[in-house]
Each structure stands twice: as structure tokens, then as C-alpha cells.
């Protein structure tokens, strides 16, 4: 079952009320007269059979309806939706047309239909003639019960439209409630899409919206040019509920002082293990540079393979505004340590004292290249991680987006297998209370046998045998496969991914639709040959849009360091967009909608600091991979 919604909330009927009196709407007089059908219908707190028995009772047509459509709102209170539905359909022939209670019936059948049938249906027949004169409650509810089915079919430009119809018929307090929903749907909206709809002659408080949100993100990395447009748009829509009032997150970001380093300090393991990482991503830093040849600045590297700490002090003493890096989760503590009350002391050449750590006297921002467990948040500091776990919730959204309804996850029976299994399920927990099934293999014949495990076959083979065993072995039989699941997420290596794939093709009966596939960069075979690719058809993959292109700068990357494979090119990178990065964080920090559109993927920034990555999509098709 979907998640209720967390942006558009029902009206209240306590709200309902309130736009009831702003109406005019007037209370039963003291002779008992009948209450107003605007009235009545607003909300339905008596049992069902108590509106049926005064329906019968009624000699007015308008009056009977008026009852029956309590009764069939009294049923949908009850979660009866079979009986709502069947009392609707019933009385729909002799319906008196008035077009409250033909709204009312429309409304109600739609609350059915959400329920009954799809999302589709229940929009199409909620859908109101402009020619109608309603109510204001009426219309608060169309409004919002519109735009809860738009978000329900992922639609949240639609979704968009109707909050904004809807926040003309609510007091101020909630209007203002939703205006803040409205900012929180837009967020995640890409600029292109924003562009799309930005002209709508017929709604301009809709249009005004969708305005803002586009020059919030196009400008939110030049403040000042940000403020120039932002003023542009006020004095345009200077009657638009955000004109006199802005989201207080694009307020911040007016607010915030860019990062403007002259001297910037990298910190990477040079030397050692770890240096063929690292030399991938001072590439890429290298590369991001020399991209920027007017700018006047300084960047100096420094070896944290034997003491990250150290490298730290000279970055310090050397000036350093900005320090990127280091990289490896363990330097990262050390350096999170060395910040704290409790710093420890720096480490000096052999033969002489330890001295205390020189800390300066305003805080140095630093991005991170990885992510550790043991930080606190701090405005000056950032993480920016190629995080497996992230990727994997990047992919429950991503197929939540697709329609997907019953994923099955299989997983390699490891550390990261298992990491990346469980950042799915939370990601998908805040979309979906459907659970989540995974299983983990092992490699060899185990694998095998947890792919039939996880489709059911063994299940399906062993009532066959069974079969057999009573009727003889004469009988034939094909497996089945299960038939509840709409996609499979495979987590797994490079040299596990063929395997696992063929496994679970040949594994989906004759008598079962296969599934979409979908997998993590994670499982990305290098240099892949044609029969390969061919082997990997419809598998759908997440990476590095870097990675999915073919430009003049993948082809000179490639050509410099024919050696590399896809995770040192993923590091080259994420380099690359380190630096890129420096100059947006503060707004990006204090403006979450903003998204940057890097090579290692769309880059937002969390208020802790945490850098979100949302990769792009490519499917294996005739035996090539595609970007999608």
C-alpha cells in the first residue's frame, strides 16, 4: 500500500468550517428548519444508517440526496468503500441535478475510486465544469483531493497547480501551510521542467510558483544576481503569496556568503596503497582548474598516506582558505578530532617535541571526501562521498519513479551487499509501505539456488515432483516462477553480474512476464565486449552521467590513462566537481533545492553537510548501453 500522503494533508474539518463562515453560511435557525445542503455536506459525523433512515423519510428530492451522499460519506469515514460505492451508483440515475450534489457525488466517487480502481479513473471523473458556482469548503476539497491524486500518480506539476487553486479558498493560516508544500514539492524539480510550465496565462499564482523556483535554482550560485532577478519577479507578481514573504530556506540563501577561496589545500594520499585512488582525483581537481585559467588561485597538494594530521598543519601554516579532502574515513576522524575539545597533538620529525595543534582563529571550511559515522554537523564542513549505500537509495526512488510497486532485492552476501540492501529499504519506506524481500547469495552453485529460492521455482519443482510421485512420471509439467514481484534490484560485483543475470533469466517460467532488472554502478563491467553487453539486454544501470557519454573529454581521459578502470574514472570525477563545488555550497547548504548538475551526478547538499548524489540512468539494449 502507498505511503499517505506527506505534502498535501486533508482539510480539517475544522478548517472546512472556517471557509464555511467566511462563505456566509448560516447556522439552522431556532424553528428547526432544515440545515443548507452547503452545510450539511461538509462533513458527515453520523452513522450511515441514521442518513438512510432520514433519506427515506424525505419527500424532497433535494433533501433525499442531500442524505444519501451523508450516507455514502459516512460509509467512506468507515472505510465501507463497497458500500459507499454501491450506494453512489444506486441513487446516480434520480440524482437531482444540482450542481452542488452532483459535485458532492462526483467528489465521493472519486474517494471510491482511489480506493477500488486507479488513480486515472478517480481523476477523471473528478473534474468540475467552470460554469459551476460552488461553495468555497466545495471547492477546497476538490482542490486538495485533486492534488493528492496527482501526487499519488507522480505528477507533482499538477499537484503544484491544484495546491495553488486551493490556497485561494483557505484562511491565511492555511494558506500559508501549503504554500510551504507547495515550496517543498518544487524543490526537487529540475530546472528544464520548471521551464516547461513556467508560462500559465490561466493560473498566475501556479505560474508565479514555478517562476520563482526556476530563479531560485538557475541563480542560486550568484547571489547577487539572485537578488537582482528575485526582485524582478516581486515587482512582477507583487499580489503572489511568496512576494511579500520568500521560503525561508531561499531567504537564507540570499544571506549566504559564498565560499571565495584564493588558496586552496587538497589533502590525498599520494604515496602508498592508496595513491592510484588519489591520483585519480587530483587528476580530475587538475583538470576542473586548469578548465578556470583566469581565476587567481592557488592549489597546493599535500600527502596524508603517512600522517593526515600533519598534512592538515602544513595546509594550515601554508594559508589555506579552502581544504579539500582528505580522503579516507579514518583521516577524516583524526581531522573531526583534531577540531574538537579534544585535540590531539600533531605528530613532528623524529628526534623532535610534539606541539600542540595551531588552530586557527576562524574555522577553515573543508569538503570531505568521504563520509564517516562520527561527525557532528558544522557549517564549514562537507562530505562528499561515491557512496554505495547512497547510490542503492538513490535507486529505490528512482524505480518508486518507474512504477515500480514490488521490488525484490538480491544481494551479494557481503559487507557492502548487505550496507546497500538497507539503504534501499530505508529509502523505500518513506515511499512505499510495501515490505521489502532480499536475498543474499553466495557465489558458485549457492547463487543458483538463491535466485530459484527468491522466484519460487524450487517451490514450483518440488510440487511437480510430488505430482509425479502420485500420478506418475508421464506427466509434464513446466515450472512457475512467482508472479506478485514487478522488479528485481540486483546488488552485486562486476564478475558476479553475467552470472546472476543468467540465472535469473532462465529462472522466469514460460508462463511469467520477466521483470525489469535494475543493478548499481557497482556491478559495471570494465572494458565489457560485445557479448557482453549483448548477454546484459534490458538490464537496466545507474552511474556517473560522466560516464555514459561519449565527449572530446571522456575520449582525452581515456587516451592519458588507458589503465584506468570505471571506479578511477568515477574518481577522476568526483575531482572534478570538488572544486566545481566550492564556490556553491553555502547557498546549496542553506537553499536544499538547489541542485548542481556535476559530472559524477546532480549534486544537493544537506543541512548537515552531506553531499546527495542522484546518478543517471542507461539500460543495455541490442547489446550496447544506453543512457536513458
Keep these: 500500500m502507498l505511503k499517505s500522503l506527506n505534502t498535501t494533508k486533508f482539510v480539517s474539518v475544522a478548517i472546512l468550517s472556517a471557509v464555511l463562515a467566511g462563505?456566509?453560511?448560516?447556522?439552522?435557525?431556532?424553528?428547526?428548519?432544515?440545515?443548507?445542503?452547503?452545510?450539511s455536506l461538509a462533513s458527515a459525523p453520523l452513522a450511515p444508517n441514521v442518513y438512510l433512515a432520514q433519506a427515506a423519510n424525505s419527500k424532497d428530492p433535494q433533501q433525499r440526496d442531500t442524505n444519501l451522499l451523508l450516507a455514502a460519506h459516512a460509509y467512506i469515514n468507515a472505510n465501507d468503500y463497497a458500500a459507499a460505492q454501491k450506494l453512489l451508483k444506486s441513487m446516480q440515475p434520480s440524482l437531482t441535478q444540482t450542481p452542488t450534489l452532483v459535485a458532492e457525488h462526483k467528489y465521493l466517487t472519486a474517494r471510491v475510486l482511489e480506493h477500488t480502481s486507479t488513480y486515472v479513473e478517480?481523476?477523471?471523473?473528478?473534474?468540475?465544469?467552470?460554469?459551476?458556482?460552488?461553495?468555497?469548503?466545495?471547492?477546497?476539497?476538490?482542490?486538495?483531493?485533486?492534488?493528492?491524486?496527482?501526487?499519488?500518480?507522480?505528477?507533482?506539476?499538477?499537484?503544484?497547480?491544484?495546491l495553488s487553486l486551493l490556497t485561494t479558498y483557505l484562511p491565511p493560516a492555511e494558506a500559508s501551510e501549503v504554500n510551504n508544500q507547495i515550496w517543498q514539492v518544487l524543490q526537487p524539480m529540475h530546472e528544464q521542467t520548471l521551464q516547461t510550465f513556467i508560462r500559465d496565462a490561466n493560473n498566475p499564482v501556479f505560474a508565479g510558483w514555478l517562476q520563482l523556483a526556476y530563479i531560485a535554482k538557475h541563480y542560486a550560485v550568484d547571489p547577487n544576481q539572485l537578488v537582482r532577478y528575485l526582485g524582478d519577479w516581486q515587482k512582477q507578481n507583487p499580489y503572489h503569496p511568496a512576494a511579500a514573504k520568500l521560503p525561508t530556506d531561499l531567504d537564507r540563501a540570499l544571506n549566504a556568503k559564498p565560499f571565495m577561496?584564493?588558496?586552496?589545500?587538497?589533502?590525498?594520499?599520494?604515496?602508498?596503497?592508496?595513491?592510484?585512488?588519489?591520483?585519480?582525483?587530483?587528476?580530475?581537481?587538475?583538470?576542473?582548474?586548469?578548465?578556470?585559467?583566469?581565476?587567481?588561485?592557488?592549489?597546493?597538494?599535500?600527502?596524508?598516506?603517512n600522517d593526515a594530521v600533519a598534512a592538515y598543519q602544513q595546509a594550515v601554516n601554508a594559508g589555506a582558505e579552502f581544504i579539500i579532502g582528505p580522503l579516507l574515513p579514518n583521516e577524516i576522524d583524526q581531522l573531526l578530532a583534531l577540531n574538537s575539545n579534544t585535540s590531539p597533538a600533531i605528530s613532528t620529525p623524529s628526534g623532535s617535541a610534539p606541539t600542540a595543534p595551531a588552530v586557527p582563529t576562524a574555522p577553515i571550511p573543508q569538503?570531505?571526501?568521504?563520509?564517516?559515522?562520527?561527525?557532528?554537523?558544522?557549517?564549514?564542513?562537507?562530505?562528499?562521498?561515491l557512496s554505495p549505500a547512497q547510490e542503492a537509495a538513490d535507486a529505490a526512488t528512482r524505480m518508486y519513479q518507474d512504477g515500480?510497486?514490488?521490488?525484490?532485492?538480491?544481494?551479494?552476501?557481503?559487507?557492502?551487499?548487505?550496507?546497500?540492501?538497507?539503504?534501499?529499504?530505508?529509502?523505500?519506506?518513506?515511499?512505499s509501505d510495501t515490505p521489502i524481500e532480499v536475498y543474499y547469495?553466495?557465489?558458485?552453485?549457492?547463487?543458483?539456488?538463491?535466485?530459484?529460492?527468491?522466484?519460487?521455482?524450487?517451490?514450483?519443482?518440488?510440487?511437480?515432483?510430488?505430482?509425479?510421485?502420485?500420478l506418475g512420471n508421464s506427466v509434464q509439467a513446466d515450472f512457475r516462477s512467482r508472479q506478485d514481484i514487478d522488479a528485481?534490484?540486483?546488488?552485486?560485483?562486476?564478475?558476479?553480474?553475467?552470472?546472476?543475470?543468467?540465472?535469473?533469466?532462465?529462472?522466469?517460467?514460460?508462463?511469467?512476464?520477466?521483470?525489469?532488472?535494475?543493478?548499481?554502478?557497482?556491478?559495471?563491467?570494465?572494458?565489457e565486449s560485445s557479448q557482453t553487453a549483448q548477454d546484459l539486454n534490458n538490464l537496466t544501470m545507474s552511474d556517473a552521467p560522466w560516464l555514459m557519454q561519449n565527449s572530446e573529454e571522456n575520449l582525452m581521459v581515456n587516451t592519458l590513462w588507458s589503465g584506468w578502470n570505471n571506479g578511477q574514472k568515477r574518481l577522476f570525477v568526483m575531482?572534478?566537481?570538488?572544486?566545481?563545488?566550492?564556490?556553491?555550497?553555502?547557498?546549496?547548504?542553506?537553499?536544499?533545492?538547489?541542485?548542481?548538475?556535476?559530472?559524477?551526478?546532480?549534486?544537493?547538499?544537506?543541512?548537515?553537510?552531506?553531499?546527495?548524489?542522484?546518478?543517471?540512468w542507461g539500460r543495455y539494449q541490442r547489446g550496447s548501453f544506453r543512457q536513458l
Design 23 to 39: 462563505c456566509g453560511s448560516q447556522a439552522p435557525s431556532s424553528t428547526g428548519t432544515a440545515p443548507t445542503v452547503a452545510t
Design 367 to 385: 569538503l570531505f571526501l568521504n563520509q564517516t559515522d562520527k561527525f557532528v554537523p558544522d557549517i564549514n564542513k562537507f562530505y562528499f562521498a
Design 441 to 470: 547469495y553466495d557465489g558458485g552453485d549457492k547463487m543458483k539456488t538463491t535466485v530459484q529460492d527468491a522466484l519460487g521455482v524450487r517451490d514450483s519443482q518440488a510440487r511437480i515432483a510430488r505430482i509425479k510421485e502420485l
Design 488 to 527: 528485481i534490484y540486483m546488488i552485486s560485483t562486476p564478475q558476479d553480474l553475467t552470472l546472476l543475470k543468467a540465472f535469473i533469466d532462465v529462472n522466469f517460467s514460460v508462463f511469467t512476464q520477466p521483470v525489469p532488472l535494475y543493478t548499481s554502478s557497482r556491478s559495471r563491467i570494465d572494458n
Design 261 to 305: 577561496p584564493k588558496n586552496i589545500a587538497v589533502l590525498l594520499p599520494l604515496t602508498g596503497q592508496r595513491a592510484g585512488a588519489a591520483n585519480a582525483i587530483r587528476q580530475g581537481i587538475l583538470a576542473s582548474y586548469l578548465a578556470k585559467p583566469n581565476e587567481q588561485v592557488a592549489v597546493n597538494f599535500y600527502d596524508t598516506a
Design 575 to 616: 575531482g572534478y566537481d570538488a572544486m566545481d563545488l566550492i564556490s556553491k555550497l553555502a547557498q546549496m547548504r542553506s537553499f536544499t533545492g538547489y541542485q548542481f548538475n556535476g559530472r559524477s551526478g546532480v549534486l544537493s547538499v544537506n543541512p548537515d553537510g552531506v553531499i546527495n548524489r542522484q546518478l543517471s
Design 122 to 162: 478517480a481523476l477523471k471523473t473528478l473534474s468540475y465544469p467552470s460554469t459551476w458556482v460552488l461553495p468555497g469548503w466545495q471547492m477546497a476539497a476538490y482542490h486538495q483531493f485533486r492534488a493528492h491524486l496527482f501526487q499519488l500518480n507522480k505528477q507533482p506539476i499538477e499537484q503544484v497547480r491544484e
Design 404 to 431: 515500480v510497486t514490488m521490488p525484490l532485492l538480491l544481494a551479494s552476501n557481503d559487507a557492502t551487499g548487505k550496507r546497500m540492501a538497507e539503504s534501499f529499504i530505508q529509502a523505500w519506506k518513506k515511499k
